[in-house]
């Protein structure tokens, strides 16, 4: 049993900006359940929701600073939680990195630089709870301080750092090096500076012993000038101690059999219940109740990365043909407003919501029957095996976590069982068309079709399979 002190900034569901807290939510359960005794650490923001008791464990000075340890458990789980209580920092409301106006907090370096200091102390059990971590697992630029410190330590636990996405490295003006009293050795071009900025992202990325990202694909990815964001060269230095390992999903959240969004739940023996679900997906989208002509939907934020502008550009041609458009999510302006455009144009083809709704999400994945995730990337993604599990046949982009749970239907795949997608190359408009024509296409046969849902349904995207991965590599540092 190896006692795991997992570092993160934000966790579902005691507060969630992103897929980073999806992961930092479910990694740690699931890691409890092979029997590991783990610990997890984070902020105590003010929007957090945690559920029974917070009780006050210990306190530390840290940089003329008072700081309180907090301890609660994960809710509906025995993980403890820790929480790094410090007003002046983390008692915001809101957003746990920006203001309302979705700016970045001016002291952001000093906040997590100190929340980092706070995890090396805890994981050196300087606490006095009896309790010494002998791994830390470190999650995204707001953690990656903690490898770094932990270097300068004698007795060290082993590290591993995980990267959720290259584009956030939390980069700051050199000049705040010396108000952070970060050790001086730390400072130099082969440690935490970047082009003459201080970079979080570096220091996980240079000290920790193992570095992981979410999807085999994206490790490689990350490599290259494209992804790295100028950190490609020493990715590829540290490749070694580079390895991707594929989110799990929420087995129990998502699950078609049980989930109570959807009107009725259906399994791979009852698929033809899917029927149902997607009469009450036209209803409540106020779209005309077809059972012959397919749904294709996308849940996503509106953003240049998702590859929303493509699908928009795509729209016109698919409105030609025999389908209905569901869109939930929100994001760019301008994109909002030229899908609500085309949503005036065809009323009774395109259902739009812009925002983003649970119950709805769950009513899509259950109604659809073709999902669009054209993303130009992506570390790992959650819709595209959320879709195959409720029988909904994704269309992905060929890259990073999409590439690796996605199997293109082509004749031999289709032959041999294994299809459970369509997949495209290129991140074009006209590739994405093409691609949709296919999947229409083959939405026409319907035995084959039938075949790639249940093949799709009986992949095993669990959080378990990954929570193995990672405990195969704590025990190989």
Known sequence: MKKILFVTSEAHPLIKTGGLADVCGSLPKALAELSQDIRLIMPNYKALKTKGDVRFLCSLRIDNRDVNILETRMPDSDVIVWLVDCAEFFNYPGNPYTDEQGNAWPNNDER????????????????????????????????????????????????????????????????HVASLNLPGQLWHLDGLEFNNMLSFIKGGLVYADRITTVSPTYALEIQTPEFGYGLEGLLTYRNDALVGIINGIDMDQWNPETDTYISKNFDIKTLAKKQINKADLQ???????????????????????????????????????????????????????????????????????????????????????????????????????????????????????????????????????????????????????????????????????????????????????????????????
């Open 283 to 477: 209803k409540k989208s106020a779209l005309p109740e077809n059972g012959q002509v397919p749904v294709v939907a996308l849940i996503s934020r509106l953003v240049e990365q998702k590859g929303i502008d493509m699908v928009i550009d795509c729209l016109p041609e698919m409105m030609t043909m025999p389908m209905q458009f569901v869109l939930l999510g929100a994001g760019d302006k301008d994109y909002e407003k030229r899908l609500q455009n085309l949503a005036r144009l065809y009323p009774d083809k395109i259902a739009l919501t812009l925002g983003y709704n649970e119950a709805l999400a769950h009513t899509i994945e259950a109604g659809a029957d073709i999902f669009l995730m054209p993303s130009r990337f992506e570390p790992c993604g959650l819709n595209q095996m959320y879709s195959q599990r409720y029988g909904t046949i994704p269309i992905v982009r060929k890259t990073g976590g999409l590439a690796d749970t996605v199997i293109d239907a082509i004749p031999e795949t289709i032959a041999d069982g294994t299809a459970t997608g369509v997949v495209f190359s290129e991140a074009s408009a006209g590739t994405l068309i093409e691609a949709i024509k296919r999947a229409m296409l083959l939405y026409t046969n319907r035995d084959a079709w039938n075949k790639m849902q249940i093949d799709a349904m009986q992949k095993d995207f669990s959080w378990q399979r990954s929570a193995e991965q990672y405990l195969a590599l704590y025990n190989s540092i």
């Open 112 to 175: 997590f630089a100190l929340f980092c200091r706070v995890a090396v102390v805890c994981a050196l059990d300087r606490i006095n709870q009896d309790w010494k971590a002998d791994i830390v697992h470190c999650n995204d630029w707001q953690t990656g301080l903690v490898p770094a410190i932990l270097s300068l330590e004698d007795d060290r636990p082993a590290t591993v750092f995980t990267i959720h996405n290259m584009a956030y490295q939390g980069l700051f003006p050199a000049s």
